[in-house]
């Protein structure tokens, strides 16, 4: 299995463009997870699904991001316009996870996203 | 809600000395408890995890963490540190979420550094 795999790995844009960040998740995982890394927050969970249904994006921090998951190899991460203070590492992971046992997250490489 | 607490953002260890790396978490259920790796410009990655069997868990490379239930405690050890090892570890804990599955909570991380 190839893991968890992330595009773009890097991503520069200017602020007020739309940046849309990819994520397939390992085949068969029922899970998917959207988190972000910052120096200042550390790791914030944003959003997650189940069976390609969000459950809880509590954790998104404006309208101005948005998460879909069309299918279940597949989910995008958009923010739209973007601004300076959402520069992080994006990662997406995905988890099997049966009744009340967790078998752990797979996380992938991430997204470095840079809003000039 | 679930919480864990890392004590110490920055250890530093001699190559080949003991590498000990705190976590307490909070719970008021039996916790699911992890610790994942992260290597420079790298997804995390599961180390082990506690799932109410042994209270003394073997992942890879070499590290354990001991569950204490009196201490609420799940520290990381490595009885030798390797120059591989330096990274930043997470800590994170498990709660069932509603709608089903399982929602990480990661504690804020420990930059491990090892010095010749």
């Known amino acids: 299995d190839a893991g968890v795999i992330q595009s773009p790995r890097h991503e520069v844009t200017e602020m007020g463009q739309e940046v849309t960040l990819r994520c397939k998740p390992i085949?068969?995982?029922?899970?998917l997870f959207w988190y972000r890394q910052t120096m200042m927050r550390g790791l914030e969970l944003l959003i997650y699904f189940n069976n390609n249904v969000p459950i809880d994006d509590s954790g998104m921090p404006e309208d101005r991001f948005s998460a879909k998951m069309p299918n279940a190899s597949f989910s995008t991460l958009k923010i739209q316009p973007s601004e300076p203070r959402d520069s992080a590492v994006y990662f997406c992971?995905?988890?099997?996870?049966?009744?009340?046992?967790?078998?752990?997250?797979?996380f992938g490489s991430g997204t470095r996203l840079t809003v000039v | 809600a679930q919480s864990v607490t890392q004590l110490g953002s920055h250890v530093s260890v001699s190559e080949g000395a003991l590498v000990l790396l705190r976590c307490n978490y909070s719970s008021s259920v039996p916790p699911y408890l992890f610790w994942y790796v992260q290597y420079p410009n790298q997804g995390l990655q599961l180390l082990l995890k506690y799932t109410s069997a042994a209270t003394l868990v073997k992942g890879i490379n070499g590290f354990e963490a001991e569950f204490k239930k009196s201490e609420t405690s799940f520290h990381l050890t490595k009885p030798s540190a390797h120059m591989s090892d330096a990274a930043e570890y997470f800590c994170?804990?498990?709660?069932?979420?509603?709608?089903?599955?399982?929602?990480?909570?990661f504690g804020t991380g420990t930059q491990l550094k090892v010095e010749l």
């Open positions: 994170a804990v498990s709660e069932p979420r509603t709608g089903g599955g399982n929602k990480l909570t």
């Open positions: 085949s068969g995982h029922d899970y």
């Open positions: 992971a995905s988890s099997l996870s049966a009744g009340a046992t967790n078998y752990g997250y797979t």
